[in-house]
């Protein structure tokens, strides 16, 4: 990669690379990228692409001017960015962001091998910009790590009537009868104002907590707003591929957001090393959406420290026989430890919006601090209620038992499937795997009336990914009829 300047060879076709502090307006974003261009006799008709620091990707202003130049936006992790050949740099810059050199390296690194750049960065008071041309012949530049769209969830997959549902991860046939004829004698209590105090109490005993400990919450999703809004990190660390709100939430606040990557060759396995020791909040899920993989207890009880707050969405960990590796219930580990939980996956109840949060009591009393007033209903306390109780932790056990067996043919057909690859050990009621072509194999799998759940939305995954909950075996089978049959010519 040639990191000295060249003039501009055509007029269209450039990436521009753009650095800046947070809080830039977009008009300070563009005026130093409109500068770049016109140094060249461009304009911004010949800008394809646009890159930067992969923490920056959602400053408000850097979206807002990306939106008016019409282009997509990728980010970069500063390693890569730092590894880049650049002339100059900065060494406060590299203090600061983790790379000498923002603007350039990022259009560089996207333009792609043999790309060069065509003039030396141009500064405005907040922002700089850097215009980076492909080599000849190149297709424009590398498409990886395009920002995914983190508001994208399953649900949108079967909006359309007449689909199979094997993209949301609400197990089947539920809520059973006698929760949903429980949640209907509700209705008469509704002149009431909601009291969470039975519903608290049996949460707490559930996980063998004070009822200090617990927060009831409008789903899991709820808390994750909370935290975002309470909390003050300085390094806020999102283990991913996993559910987007964390980082949705976070951003929204208006946090920087630092993503630990897990990799499909290491089976996405949370490894010592994977998280920055001055993280001072980090988010991780077990078992993880979408990669289905339960980490041990004990890898993420290594992740306390003091002064640190470990989240830990458990939203799926009811899925595991036992519950293993859940950390509900522990209490003496450093630093905050916030476990989140919902009733949305085994009891069907995503549209009653019912979850909650297990930690310290100071903390715990904080984001209460922040919910307005009555956030959960009167319907959805009686489920939390009801649903911790003995019978309805037996009947999640044995529903979890189901879901293991119901995984187990999943997986033996999936093996039959060319070109078809799961990456580690799936553990809950969803799989994950690799098949090139996936983007056109879920569009031929909806028109077979089969709706399945895109990888590319997760950060770390991509279009060749795709996530298949669990069912029983008859819709397993018939499901994996039709992706033999519509798997791309080139996986068979």
Request: hydrophobic fraction near 50%; include cysteine.
């Amino acid at each position: 990669m040639d990191g000295a300047p060249h003039p501009p060879a055509c007029a269209h076709g450039v990436v521009l690379g753009l650095g800046l502090r947070r809080g830039t307006p977009a008009a300070e974003v563009l005026r130093a990228a409109d500068a770049a261009l016109a140094a060249l006799g461009l304009d911004r008709t010949a800008v394809t692409r646009a890159a930067t620091l992969d923490s920056k990707l959602f400053e408000p202003g850097l979206r807002a001017a990306v939106r008016e130049l019409g282009v997509p936006l990728t980010g970069h992790p500063a390693a890569v960015l730092a590894a880049a050949e650049v002339p100059g740099g900065s060494a406060r810059v590299a203090a600061a962001v983790g790379t000498p050199s923002v603007a350039e390296a990022a259009a560089l690194v996207t333009a792609g091998p043999g790309a060069h750049l065509l003039a030396p960065r141009t500064a405005t008071a907040s922002a700089t910009a850097a215009l980076a041309a492909p080599p000849p012949g190149s297709p424009g530049g590398q498409q990886v790590n395009q920002q995914p769209d983190l508001r994208h969830h399953g649900d949108a997959e079967v909006r359309a009537a007449g689909l199979v549902d094997l993209a949301v991860n609400v197990r089947t046939g539920t809520p059973p009868p006698w929760l949903h004829a429980h949640l209907a004698a509700t209705l008469a209590d509704l002149a009431a104002y909601p009291d969470g105090t039975a519903a608290r109490a049996a949460v707490a005993a559930r996980h063998g907590r004070p009822t200090g400990e617990v927060l009831l919450t409008a789903g899991a999703a709820e808390a994750f707003v909370l935290l975002a809004r309470v909390l003050r990190p300085r390094r806020a660390v999102v283990v991913h591929p996993q559910f987007t709100e964390p980082e949705a939430a976070l951003r929204d606040a208006g946090h920087t957001v630092h993503r630990a990557l897990l990799t499909p060759e290491q089976g996405f396995r949370l490894l010592p090393g994977a998280v920055p020791e001055d993280a001072d909040l980090v988010v991780a899920g077990n078992p993880t959406n979408p990669t289905s993989i339960l980490h041990p207890a004990a890898a993420l009880a290594e992740l306390a420290r003091p002064g640190r707050t470990l989240v830990v969405d458990e939203a799926f960990m009811d899925t595991d026989p036992g519950e293993t590796q859940s950390l509900a219930a522990v209490r003496d580990l450093p630093g905050d430890v916030v476990v989140l939980r919902s009733l949305t996956k085994t009891w069907g109840l995503a549209g009653l919006r019912i979850g909650y949060l297990l930690a310290p009591a100071p903390l715990v009393s904080a984001l209460a601090a922040a919910q307005p007033l009555w956030p959960v209903s009167t319907p959805a306390l009686a489920a939390a209620e009801i649903c911790s109780a003995p019978a309805a932790l037996a009947e999640a056990e044995q529903a979890a038992r189901t879901t293991a067996a119901h995984r187990a043919h999943l997986l033996a057909g999936l093996a039959t499937v060319p070109g078809l690859r799961v990456h580690g050990t799936p553990a809950a009621s969803f799989v994950l795997v690799h098949l090139p072509g996936a983007t056109t194999v879920r569009a031929r799998l909806r028109e077979a009336g089969y709706a399945v759940r895109r990888g590319d939305t997760f950060p770390g995954l991509g279009p060749d990914w795709l996530r298949i909950a669990v069912r029983d075996p008859a819709t397993t089978d018939a499901f994996l009829t039709a992706l033999r049959e519509h798997a791309p010519p080139g996986a068979r």
